[in-house]
């Protein structure tokens, strides 16, 4: 069989789903940063509610592990990557927040992005900078999603980042050690 046949059987694709109410636009525009970032196919499925079993009253929050389940049941092909992206605060009981989470083993994930705006700045400013941060974010869910853990290169996409000012300061990109890691396992 030849390397490009092989990569091909290798090969992912994305498939977004919007969770809630949610502006298409952004997805729109976060699915095309994640072809070129990627470089492979994202697809858009129409959106669905958030699973009502999820909310936790007492926390105000919605528990992310109930929603990788439900993400889990849209899975087509072994190829596919979901990411499920949605504004409601996301959490898991060892943390107080959580700005995504990831099943390694179910290849999907889930992406709040209700923790990623700043108040203090101008609505174009923010607007730009809360894009930056929903990519950055996107692609280290997806990076989960490829068989990355934390990276300790704090320039790296796939950082670990408690705030958003860690958040900031990190990259779009994979390192150069991160890339590696995927193209072994491609």
Same mark, same amino acid.
């Given at each position: 069989?030849?390397? *490009?046949?092989?990569?091909?059987?290798?090969? =992912?694709?994305?498939?977004?789903?919007?969770?809630?109410?949610?502006?298409?636009?952004?997805? @729109?525009?976060? +699915?095309?940063?994640?072809?070129?970032?990627?470089?492979?196919?994202?697809?858009?499925? *129409?959106?669905?509610?958030?699973?009502?079993?999820?909310?936790?009253?007492?926390?105000? *929050?919605?528990?992310?592990?109930?929603?990788?389940?439900?993400?889990?049941?849209?899975?087509? !092909?072994?190829?596919?990557?979901?990411?499920?992206?949605?504004?409601?605060?996301?959490?898991?009981?060892? #943390?107080?927040?959580?700005?995504?989470? +990831?099943?390694?083993?179910?290849?999907? #994930?889930?992406?709040?992005?209700?923790?990623?705006?700043?108040?203090? $700045?101008?609505? =174009?400013?923010?607007?730009? $900078?809360? $894009?930056?941060? /929903?990519?950055?974010? +996107?692609?280290?869910? $997806?990076?989960?999603?490829?068989?990355?853990?934390?990276?300790? @290169?704090?320039?790296?996409?796939?950082? =670990? /980042?408690?705030?958003?000012?860690? #958040?900031?300061?990190?990259?779009?990109?994979?390192?150069?050690?991160?890339?590696?890691?995927?193209?072994?396992? !491609?």
């Amino acid at each position: 069989m030849t390397t *490009q046949k092989k990569l091909y059987r290798k090969r =992912f694709k994305i498939v977004l789903v919007p969770l809630g109410e949610m502006d298409y636009g952004l997805v @729109n525009r976060l +699915a095309t940063h994640l072809v070129s970032i990627f470089n492979t196919g994202v697809d858009i499925l *129409q959106g669905m509610k958030i699973p009502s079993e999820s909310y936790n009253m007492i926390r105000g *929050q919605y528990y992310s592990t109930v929603i990788l389940n439900k993400l889990e049941l849209l899975r087509s !092909s072994s190829r596919e990557r979901i990411l499920g992206v949605l504004y409601e605060d996301l959490y898991v009981p060892s #943390a107080g927040f959580v700005y995504g989470d +990831a099943d390694f083993e179910g290849k999907v #994930a889930v992406l709040s992005l209700n923790r990623l705006k700043q108040q203090s $700045l101008d609505i =174009f400013d923010d607007e730009k $900078l809360f $894009l930056r941060r /929903t990519i950055k974010e +996107a692609v280290h869910q $997806l990076g989960h999603l490829l068989g990355l853990k934390h990276c300790l @290169n704090p320039k790296c996409v796939m950082h =670990f /980042t408690n705030s958003l000012l860690e #958040a900031d300061c990190k990259s779009e990109k994979l390192c150069d050690n991160c890339k590696r890691k995927i193209e072994l396992r !491609s």
